[in-house]
C-alpha cells in the first residue's frame, strides 16, 4: 500500500549532519500523528546497524526508513523517480528539502512541496527560475522556509508571497527537558559552551579570543577547523550522537551561537541546536543574526551580540556574571519559548500546510 506521505531525503544515515536530525524527527513525529509516512534515503553500507543509528540520533518510535541505490546522489534522483514514479503520484504529500530532487519531481509532472534551507545557494547555483516555473505550473505545490527571514529573502527574488511558507526547526522537549536546572551559582561562574560543528564561520576565532580571556569553555563536535593555539580554559570534546547532546548540555551553563555574517546559510538558518539549548534551560548567548533575532530576545530569553566583536561577547559573559538572577530568569524564559518547537508541533504545522492552512503567523495576517 502507498504511504499518504513520501519524504525524500539526500542525508547519508553513515555521515549523518544537522539535516538529517531535522528529516529523522520530522519523520517520528509525522508517524506518531498517523500520517502514514515513508523515508527514503541514499544507499547505507552492508551491515549498517540501522537500529543503532536511530537511537543514536533520538529516534523512539518505530519509522518507515527505506535507503535505496536508485536515491544515491550520484544518480540525481532520475533512477528513484522513474521506478517509484507510481507511488510518487498516487501519495498525498510528497515532501524534500533538495533542490534537485525538486527539480526532477517538477520535469515529471509529480506535485510536491519542498524545503528551503539556504536561499543564497538557490540564486547562487541559477535554480530560482526553475523553482518560479514549477510554481506556476502547479507540480511545486509550494516552498516552505525555516525562518522568516529566509521567507523574506524568497519574495525579495521574486517568489510569489502566497507559495512561500514558514516552519522552523524544532527540539525532543522531552529528552531536553531531563537536563537538570540551572541554578543562580552555576551562572555566577558559568561555564560556556558550544556544540555542534566547530569551523571558524560558526566563531571559532571568537570562541578562542574567550578561552584566552579566562572563560571556561567547551567546544564538543566534529572539527572542520582546529583552533589556532592550545588554551588552559578551552576543552575539546568528539562529536557525541545527537542522543547524548541532552548530557553534553548539561556540562555548563551557557549555550553560545557565535554564528558568523560569512556562513552559508546565516541568512535563513534555523538551528536545532538553538532550540535544543533552550530546552535544556541553558542561557543562549547568540550572534545578532536577522533569523536569530526571531527566536532570541535580546534580554529578555538570552542574549543577542554582534557576531564578530570579542569584546561585546565578553561583556555579555560578564553581564551574566553579575546579575546570575537575571540571568536565570532569562534561561527559563527560553526554555519557556523552546515549549513551542517540539517536533510534534512542527509535524502538525506541516499537515496543516500540506492541507492547505497557513504555517506562519505572516501568511495569516
Known amino acids: 500500500m502507498s504511504p499518504r506521505f513520501v519524504y525524500l531525503a539526500w542525508g547519508r544515515p553513515q555521515r549523518p549532519r544537522a539535516n538529517l536530525i531535522q528529516t529523522l524527527h520530522t519523520v517520528e513525529a509525522l508517524a506518531a500523528l498517523g500520517a502514514g509516512v515513508r523515508l527514503y534515503l541514499p544507499p547505507v553500507p552492508a551491515g549498517f546497524d540501522t537500529g543503532g543509528f536511530l537511537a543514536g540520533m533520538g529516534i523512539r518510535r518505530p519509522i518507515d526508513l527505506r535507503p535505496v541505490e536508485s536515491l544515491h546522489r550520484r544518480w540525481g534522483g532520475w533512477p528513484f523517480a522513474l521506478l517509484h514514479l507510481g ?43 526553475a523553482l518560479r516555473t514549477a510554481l506556476a505550473r502547479g507540480t511545486l505545490r509550494g516552498l516552505v522556509a525555516i525562518s522568516e527571514a529566509g521567507r523574506a529573502a524568497l519574495l525579495r527574488a521574486g517568489i510569489e508571497a502566497a507559495r512561500v511558507h514558514v516552519l522552523p ?100 538558518i534555523s538551528p536545532i541546536k538553538l532550540f535544543e539549548a533552550m530546552a535544556a534551560g541553558r542561557l543562549v548567548i547568540a550572534s545578532d543574526l536577522p533569523p536569530l533575532r526571531e527566536i532570541v530576545r535580546d534580554g529578555v530569553n538570552g542574549l543577542l551580540v554582534p557576531p564578530d566583536d570579542p569584546a561585546a561577547w565578553l561583556g555579555a559573559i560578564g553581564r551574566v556574571r553579575k ?15 523552546a515549549s513551542a518547537y517540539g517536533w510534534d508541533a512542527r509535524a502538525r504545522r506541516l499537515l496543516a500546510l500540506s492541507a492547505g492552512a497557513p504555517a506562519s503567523a505572516a501568511e495569516a495576517a
Request: no cysteine; net charge neutral.
Open 169 to 268: 526547526s524544532g527540539v525532543d522537549l522531552t529528552a531536553f527537558a531531563a537536563v537538570p536546572a540551572l541554578t543562580e551559582a552555576d551562572l555566577r561562574a558559568p561555564r560556556a559552551l558550544y556544540v555542534g560543528r566547530i569551523s571558524r564561520d560558526r566563531g571559532l576565532p571568537l570562541l578562542e579570543h574567550l578561552a584566552a580571556a579566562g572563560v571556561p569553555l567547551t567546544l564538543v563536535g566534529p572539527r572542520d577547523h582546529e583552533p589556532a593555539a592550545t588554551h588552559a580554559q578551552l576543552e575539546l570534546r568528539p562529536a557525541v550522537a545527537h542522543a547524548a547532546v541532552p548530557a553534553e548540555l548539561a556540562r555548563g551553563a551557557l549555550a553560545l551561537m557565535p554564528y558568523q555574517a560569512d556562513l552559508r546559510h546565516a541568512a535563513s
Open 87 to 129: 507511488e510518487l503520484r498516487r501519495a498525498g504529500v510528497v515532501y524534500t528539502r533538495v533542490p534537485e530532487l525538486s527539480r526532477v519531481l517538477a520535469r515529471l509532472g509529480i506535485r510536491h512541496w519542498l524545503e528551503v534551507h539556504e536561499t543564497d545557494t538557490l540564486d547562487a547555483r541559477g535554480q530560482l527560475p
Open 323 to 337: 546579575d546570575p538572577a537575571a540571568a536565570l530568569a532569562m534561561a527559563e524564559a527560553g526554555r519557556q519559548t
